[in-house]
């Protein structure tokens, strides 16, 4: 079995997602669900930063426009937060782009918004950006 990239790492951030919607359900705004997770990756030393300016490329040069991550672990993967009732495709796409134009591996794309905790792992490869 081959192993997935950053996979220990996100499992670790998943896993903090998953405790914070076990104690708040769904129903909240992303805002509350940003500080919760804050409080469980400091409980769990998961190293982080938050509304991380990353900046945006474009053949080869960086833009002055940047994105803002909601969280970005161990400097690595970019966490985006949603409290929707469903990830769409805009959804996706959106979190598609902001990391392959921030030249990152791994993205998660975290929704509170469901009964149940959903999340995207999304992998930017040197030839494509999978799901």
């Known amino acids: 079995m081959t192993k997935l990239i ?13 405790k914070v919607h076990k104690k708040l359900g769904n129903g909240f705004t992303e805002g509350v669900y940003r500080e919760a997770i804050i409080k469980e990756l400091s409980k769990a030393e998961i190293p982080f930063e938050q509304e991380k300016k990353l900046p945006i490329f474009y053949e080869g040069s960086e833009l002055d426009h940047y994105f803002i991550a909601d969280l970005l672990c161990f400097d690595k993967i ?18 598609l782009n902001y ?16 009964n149940i905790l959903t999340w995207k792992r999304f992998i930017n490869t040197s030839s494509s950006i999978t799901l």
């Not at 990391?99 to 469901?114: A, P, Y």
Request: hydrophobic share 45%; glycine share 6%; charged share 25%.
């Open 78 to 95: 970019i966490v985006e937060i949603k409290a929707i009732s469903f990830l769409n495709e805009n959804v996706k796409h959106q979190a």
């Open 99 to 114: 990391l392959k134009s921030t030249k990152l591996e791994v993205g998660l794309l975290i929704n509170f918004g469901e």
């Open 6 to 18: 950053l996979e220990e790492e996100t499992y670790k951030v998943i896993g903090a997602c998953i």
